[in-house]
């Protein structure tokens, strides 16, 4: 059991906005501002699409964006593409050096 | 252009040693300032942080794996390497090597990943 929580999906048709979101506790998510989200392609290592809750990577579009509530953050992709069609996995800085993943979520574009 | 390859047995025995070699091409290991990595992911589910080095300082693990990891540098050959004994099916995944990260917390640049199976 992962110890950050994700829905196992989410869903939306192109040109449409979804949001995917991650809970965790005030261990984790609601202690630190250092959520990173990361997308994953079928057979391919992750990719880093946001870093501490709501920066971007140079290089990702902006229609990726992140925010966080209390111990909930949440993953943004707006003007859906079919090639946002992947698994999406947040994480958390934990306190004493660790890190903490959530189980991921498979977004498809409908 | 950095890039990471990850490289090692595909078949280990339980209770044998995993061990997995990252090699660093287009930039160099030893420059110091990042983070280097190992992430995993077992078959058909979500990732999991086994640990992460600070060349030239520290090196931390994930206390569900720390008794049994091992993260280092050789950096005559620019390479990462894991080390992760005792092993079990429960350790059959894809290993990542990851790096350089200016964070340990957030894994910026990933290999393309190796399958790793535990089995007799």
């Known amino acids: 059991q992962s110890a950050l929580t994700q829905p196992p999906s989410a869903s939306g048709s192109p040109g449409q906005s979804v949001t995917i979101s991650c809970t965790g506790t005030?261990?984790?998510?609601?202690?630190?501002?250092?959520v990173s989200w990361y997308q994953q392609h079928p057979g391919k290592a992750p990719k880093v699409m946001i870093y501490?809750?709501?920066k971007r990577p140079s290089g990702v579009p902006d229609r990726f964006s992140g925010s966080k509530s209390g111990y909930t953050a949440s993953l943004t992709v707006s003007g859906l593409q079919g090639d946002d069609e992947a698994d999406y996995y947040c994480?958390?800085?934990?306190?004493?050096?660790?890190?903490?993943f959530g189980g991921g979520t498979k977004l498809t574009v409908l | 252009q950095l890039q990471l390859q990850e490289s090692g047995p595909g078949l280990v025995k339980p209770s044998e040693t995993l061990s997995l070699t990252c090699t660093v091409s287009?930039?160099?290991?030893?420059?110091?300032?990042?983070?280097w990595g190992w992430i995993r992911q077992p078959p058909g589910k979500g990732l999991e942080w086994i640990g992460s080095?600070?060349?030239?300082?520290?090196?931390i693990y994930n206390p569900s794996l720390k008794s049994r990891v091992t993260i280092s540098v050789d950096t005559s050959k620019n390479q990462l390497s894991l080390r992760l004994s005792s092993v079990t099916a429960a350790d059959t995944a894809v290993y990542y090597c990851?790096?350089?990260?200016?964070?340990?917390?957030?894994?910026?640049?990933w290999g393309q990943g190796t399958t790793v199976t535990v089995s007799s």
């Open positions: 501490e809750v709501s």
């Open positions: 005030s261990s984790d998510v609601g202690g630190y501002n250092y």
């Open positions: 080095l600070y060349y030239g300082g520290n090196t």
């Open positions: 990851t790096g350089p990260n200016n964070y340990f917390y957030t894994m910026d640049v």
């Open positions: 287009g930039g160099s290991i030893s420059s110091g300032g990042y983070y």
């Open positions: 994480s958390s800085y934990a306190g004493n050096n660790k890190v903490v």
